[in-house]
């Protein structure tokens, strides 16, 4: 995995991740705040140090929610697990949301997260043919 976690960490870390609503998400829903609210909710139960949801990131309030948070990596066991439970969660989270958005490359990760991974369940979006959604619109 992208996370290694080291049992010789000797002291304390902080890990810290933000997640930006709008990134890669090009089907209009990027002005919701369900991922980053979905974000701040998850890794709060999966046992982040702290969580944040806030507006702006950067780029301006009311341009972006975000949903972020940190995690004390002790060396610990209980750690280990938590870190691990709430990076694998909020990473598949993202990939989520930006599948079901439209975005090609996201839907291709998660169905290879599905396989490599049989306890992560995420609904696969249906795609319908473009032209029978035009066909709805046009005038009889």
């Not at 998400?25 to 002005?31: L, V």
């Not at 702290?50 to 990131?57: D, F, K, Q, R």
């Not at 870190?83 to 079901?100: I, S």
């Amino acid at each position: 995995t992208a996370y290694e976690i080291r049992l010789s960490l000797v002291g304390s870390e902080m890990c810290i991740r933000d997640s930006r609503e709008t990134a890669n998400i090009t089907d209009g829903s990027r002005f919701c705040a369900d991922m980053a609210v979905q974000n701040f909710v998850g890794d709060a139960i999966r046992g982040a140090t702290w969580v944040a949801l806030h507006n702006g990131g950067g780029v301006g309030w009311g341009e972006v929610m975000n949903g972020g948070f940190g995690l004390l990596l002790d060396g610990s066991p209980d750690a280990e697990a938590r870190a691990r439970a709430t990076l694998y969660w909020d990473v598949n989270n993202g990939v989520a949301r930006r599948a079901w958005s439209g975005n090609s490359y996201a839907e291709s990760a998660i169905v290879l997260a599905m396989n490599e991974n049989p306890n992560l369940k995420i609904t696969i979006p249906q795609h319908a043919d473009p032209s029978v959604i035009d066909s709805l619109f046009q005038s009889s």
